[in-house]
C-alpha cells in the first residue's frame, strides 16, 4: 500500500465546524503534500459557490493560503451570478491573471441582471486586453439580446461570430436563432436553423419550436415540433410547452391531446411548466373540463396554472366558473399574483357586479396589490365598463405611473358612457403628458369624434395617427370610415374604404349605413351587392344598415326582398331593428296597412323602437286612431320617454284638437317628464359652437339675429312659406309663425354665413336621436327655409351649403309630393339626389322656368349650389 501522510485536511478551528457538511459532502482523500491541500480548498470553495452560501465561500477564499487561477475564476463567477456585480467587479480588479473564463464570468453576470452597457463595454475591453472571446462569451451576449429585443446589438455580434468561424457552433448557432426569433426576425433565424443540417441537438430544436410560436406562426411550430420527432430528437420541458402554445393560438385541440400523449410517455406529464401550458392550451381551445381535470391532478398548486384556467373562463364567457375558480384559489390560501386580479376583474366588466367588484377592489388593497400598474390597469377598465367612470377616475388619478393602456382603459370607458367630450378631453391629456397613442385608443377616440361630428378634430387624429408611423389596422380603417361617414364627409369614408386592404363584414357594413345615413341609399345597395360578390356574408347589423338604406332611398321592394332574404338565405332572425326599418319603410312609400299587418303578424313582441316606427308613419299619413294605439303602447313600455308624448301632442295640434294637446301636456307634467331640446351645432376653428331655438347666449347673438332677420325677407320672395300646422299653441298665424322664426339650425346657419369664408363648405348638425325615424320630426320649416336658401344662394352663386340631413329631407319631398301639393310654388326649384342623378320639383307642370316638359319633378344637372 502506498504510505502517505495521513492527516486530514484541517481548516482553522473558526471554519471547522461551519465546513463539516461541505466536507462530508466532498470527497476528500488524505493528501501527500500541499497541492492536494489546494485543490481540495477550490473543490470545496466551488461547491460553497454553487449552493450560494456566498459570504462562506469568502470567508474561505480569504483564509486560503495560496489562490490559483481556478480560485479567482470561482469567487468572481460567485459574486457575478448572485448578482452582487459591485463585489464582483471589485474582486475582479485584483485578479492577477485575467483569462477567458475571467472576462466571461463578469460578462455572465452583467447579461444576468440587463446590464446591456457594461456587458459589451466589458466584452469591447477583453479584445482590447488581448483576450479572444469564445462560444461562452457570445452566447451570454446572445441572451442579453434576446431578452432585451436588441436586435442590432444581435447582428453585430453575429458578424462577429462569422470573422471568427464561429458562426457553425451550435451553441452559438442556437443563441443566434434564439435571438433572431426573440427580435420578430423569424425568417432569419430559419435560415440559421437550416444551415445546421446535421448537428442540431434538443435546444436548438426547442428554440426554433418556441420562436415559431413567439412569432404567431402555430402551424409552422406544429410542423417543427413533428420534424424534431421523425429525427428522433427528445423533447423536454422546454420544447413542450412551446408547441402547447402553438396549438392554443391556432385552437388545434386535435393536436394538443396528441402532446399530451407524448408528454405523459416521455415523463414529464408532472412538471409543473408542462402542465401549466397544457391547462393553458385546452382552456383556450375551450375545453374547459379537460382544463380542470388537469388542474385538479397538480401535485403543486401553480398560480400560473390557475390564472390561465381563470382566463380561459372568462374567454368562454363562463364568468361564473371564473369566480368559482378564484375562490377555491382563496380557499387553498394559495399565493396570488398580479395577474390573477386582472383576469378576476374582467369577470366583472361583463358582469355589472359592482358589490363582489368593490370586494375584489379591497382585497386587493389588502394584500398589498393596490401599487401593481397591471392591476391598477384592470381596475380602470372594470370601473369604466361597469358605468362607474367617477371610480374609474379616482383609481387613474392616484395611479403613479401611467402607460398608454391606463389611459386607454379610461378614454375607451368614457367614450362607451357616452361621455364623449370627457373622451376628447383625457386624449389631449394624455397626448400633453407625452404619451403616444396606440391601435386601440385612436379607435376608440375616432368612435368619439364620430358620435359627436367633431370633423376638424377627427381629422387631427387621422393626420396624427398618419405621423406617428403606426401600421394601419382593421380597427382603425373601421372608425376612421365611420367618422367620415357620420361627419358627413362620404367622399372621405369611400376613400379610406378604397384604401384598406383588408375588409371584413363591419368595413362594409359601415359604409353601407355611412351612404343611407348621407342619403344615398342606392349607393349603399350597391355596396351590399359588391359585398355579397366578394363572398363576405352579412350579419345581423349588416341587415340593419341596408334596410335604413331602403327606407330613406324609397326602395320599398327592395327593402321587401332584403328583408325576407334574411331568413331563408342567410339564416338570419329578424330582430326588433328589423321590423322597425320595415315599418319605418313600408311607412314612408304609404302602405300604413301593410305596416299594421306586419305590426299584428311579428313573432316578437313589439319593443319601443318598432312602436316609435309605427306613430311617426301614422303622424305622416294623419291616421289619428293608430297613433293613439301606438302612443299608448309607448307609455307603457317608456313612460319617461318624452318623444311618443310630442309626437302624439304634434297630432293633436295638426287637428286643433287643443283640448287633448292640454291633457298630453299635463300628462307629462303629472310624470315629470320634459321634452329634450332640440340642438343645433357646427364646428369652425376647432370650437364647436351649439344653439337652441330662441339662443340668445351666443357672443355674436345680436349679429345673429339681425342676419337672420337679413335672410328671411330674402328667402321668402325664394319661396319659403312658414308651416304652421305642427305650431303647439292656439294662437293666431302671425304668434305661430313668430315662435318658429328662430329655429336652432336657422341660427346655426346664420352664424356660418357670419364666420365661414365664402366658398368654404357649410356642416350643421342637430341632435335628432334614433327613435325620431322620420326625417320630418326636425320640421317642414326647416326643409322649406333651407330649400329656399338654396335657391337664394343658386341665384346669388355664393357658396356650397352640405348639411348632413338634406339629403333625406330630398328623399321626403320626393316620397310624399302628394301632401305637399298645396305647398308649390311657382318657379321655385327643390333639389334632390337619387343615386347618381339629381332630380329637381317645381311648382306648377308645364310652367317650369328651365324646364317646359318637367311634368313637376325632371331629371337635370345638378345646379351649382349643391353641386
Sequence with gaps: ????????????????????????????????????????????????????????????????????????????????????????????????????????????????????????????????????????????????????????RGQQIH??????????????????????????????????????????????????????????????????????????????????????????????????????????????????????????????????????MVLENMEVDDVVSWNSMIVGCVRQGCEEEALAVFQKMHQRDMKLDEFTYPSVLNCFASMKDMRNARSIHCLIIKTGFEDYKLVNNALVDMYAKQGSSD???????????????????????????????????????????????????????????????VWEFGQQVHANFIKSGLQSSLSVDNSLLSMYAKCGCIEHARQVFDSMQVRNVITWTALIVGYAQNGKGRDSIQIYDEMIAGGTKPDYVTFIGLLF?????????????????????????????????????????GRLAEAEKLLNQMVLQPDAAIWKSFLAACRVHGNLELAVRAAKNLFELEPMNAVPYILLSNMYSAANKWEDV????????????????????????????????????????????????????????????????FALHDTDEKGKELSLAYHSEKLALAFALLTVPPGAPIRIFKNLRKENVHAETIGRNVFNYYISYLVFLRRMKQRWLPIKLLHFLFFFLQQHLKHWEAERRKGVHIYGLVGREYFAYCGVEGQCVQNSNCKGRTSLAAPSAIR
Excluded at 99 to 117: A, R, V
Excluded at 557 to 571: I, N, P
Excluded at 680 to 695: G, L
Aim: positive net charge.
Design 1 to 152: 500500500m502506498f504510505k502517505s501522510n495521513s492527516r486530514i485536511l484541517k481548516f482553522p478551528r473558526k471554519l471547522n465546524f461551519r465546513y463539516r457538511n461541505v466536507q462530508s459532502a466532498c470527497f476528500v482523500r488524505k493528501v501527500p503534500n500541499f497541492v492536494q491541500e489546494k485543490f481540495n480548498l477550490n473543490r470545496v470553495l466551488n461547491a460553497l459557490s454553487k449552493s450560494g452560501r456566498i459570504y462562506e465561500a469568502r470567508q474561505l477564499f480569504d483564509e486560503m493560503p495560496e489562490r490559483d487561477e481556478f480560485s479567482w475564476n470561482t469567487m468572481v463567477a460567485a459574486y457575478a451570478n448572485s448578482g452582487r456585480l459591485a463585489e464582483a467587479r471589485k474582486l475582479f480588479g485584483q485578479v492577477p491573471v485575467k483569462s477567458s473564463i475571467t472576462w466571461n464570468s463578469l460578462i455572465s453576470g452583467c447579461c444576468q441582471c440587463g446590464l446591456k452597457i457594461e456587458a459589451f463595454e466589458l466584452f469591447w475591453e477583453m479584445q482590447f486586453q488581448g483576450r479572444k472571446p469564445n462560444q461562452y462569451t457570445m452566447g451570454s451576449l446572445l441572451r442579453l439580446c434576446s431578452l432585451l429585443t436588441m436586435l442590432r
Design 159 to 292: 458578424g462577429y461570430a462569422v470573422k471568427t468561424q464561429f458562426d457553425l457552433n451550435v451553441y452559438v448557432v442556437t443563441g443566434l436563432v434564439d435571438m433572431y426569433a426573440k427580435c420578430m426576425c423569424i425568417l432569419e433565424a430559419e435560415y440559421l436553423f437550416n444551415m445546421m443540417p446535421e448537428r442540431k441537438n434538443h435546444v436548438m430544436w426547442s428554440a426554433m419550436v418556441a420562436g415559431y410560436s413567439q412569432n404567431g406562426n402555430g402551424y409552422k411550430a406544429i410542423e417543427c415540433f413533428q420534424d424534431m420527432r421523425t429525427e428522433g430528437v427528445e423533447c423536454n420541458q422546454f420544447t413542450f410547452p412551446s408547441v402547447l402554445t402553438a396549438c392554443a393560438a391556432v385552437a388545434a385541440d386535435s393536436f394538443g391531446v396528441q402532446v399530451h400523449g407524448c408528454i405523459v410517455r416521455s415523463g414529464f406529464e408532472a412538471n409543473v411548466y408542462v402542465k401549466s401550458a397544457l391547462v393553458d392550451m385546452y382552456a383556450k381551445c375551450s375545453d374547459l373540463n379537460s382544463a380542470w
Design 391 to 453: 371610480c374609474a377616475t379616482q383609481v387613474f388619478n392616484h395611479m403613479p405611473e401611467k402607460d398608454v393602456v391606463t389611459w386607454t382603459s379610461l378614454v375607451t370607458g368614457y367614450a362607451c358612457n357616452g361621455s364623449y367630450e370627457e373622451a376628447l378631453k383625457l386624449f389631449c391629456g394624455m397626448r400633453t403628458a407625452g404619451i403616444y397613442p396606440d391601435h386601440v385608443i385612436v379607435a376608440s377616440i375616432l368612435s368619439a369624434c364620430a358620435e359627436l361630428t
Design 549 to 589: 338604406a331602403c327606407s330613406h332611398a324609397g326602395l320599398s321592394e327592395s327593402g321587401c326582398s332584403y328583408f325576407e332574404s334574411m331568413d331563408k338565405v342567410y339564416g338570419i332572425k329578424p330582430g326588433p331593428e328589423h321590423y322597425a326599418c320595415m315599418i319605418d319603410l313600408l311607412g314612408r312609400s
Design 662 to 725: 292640454a291633457k298630453i301636456r299635463r300628462l307629462m307634467k303629472s310624470r315629470g317628464i320634459s321634452k329634450e331640446p332640440g340642438c343645433s351645432w357646427m364646428e369652425t376653428n376647432s370650437t364647436v359652437h351649439t344653439f337652441m331655438s330662441e339662443d340668445r347666449s351666443h357672443l355674436k347673438a345680436a349679429e345673429i339675429y339681425a342676419k337672420i332677420d337679413e335672410i328671411i325677407p330674402l328667402i321668402k320672395e325664394a319661396g319659403y312659406v312658414p308651416d304652421i300646422s
